[in-house]
């Protein structure tokens, strides 16, 4: 038996090809996962940012109107201890705007 080597040839660098095409695909898929879970921790850590400077300024807001009534309550207290007739002072502004 003859081995005819201009058939062998071509098929021995097709063969090389389809399995280095096949390497190189493997290698660019394969951080693919990854970066689809860094994608989504990164957008989750940008919305978790976003609710938490919400929060803090929504924290903010209540402890001013805390402070705006824990004034009036201490104004009405001496207001009363200072043996004073009604009406009361009046209402605090921000206190329910």
Known sequence: MVIDWTLIG?????????VAGWVT??????GKPENALIDQLQEEMTTMRKDIADLKLEQNQAKKRERIRDDYINKLRRHIE????????????????
Do not use: C
Request: charged share 15%; proline share 19%.
């Open 25 to 30: 695909t493997r290698i660019q898929h394969r």
């Open 10 to 18: 071509p098929l021995v660098v097709g063969l090389i090809a389809a």
């Open 82 to 97: 200072a043996g004073m007739p009604p009406p009361p002072h009046e209402w605090p502004e921000g206190l329910y705007d």
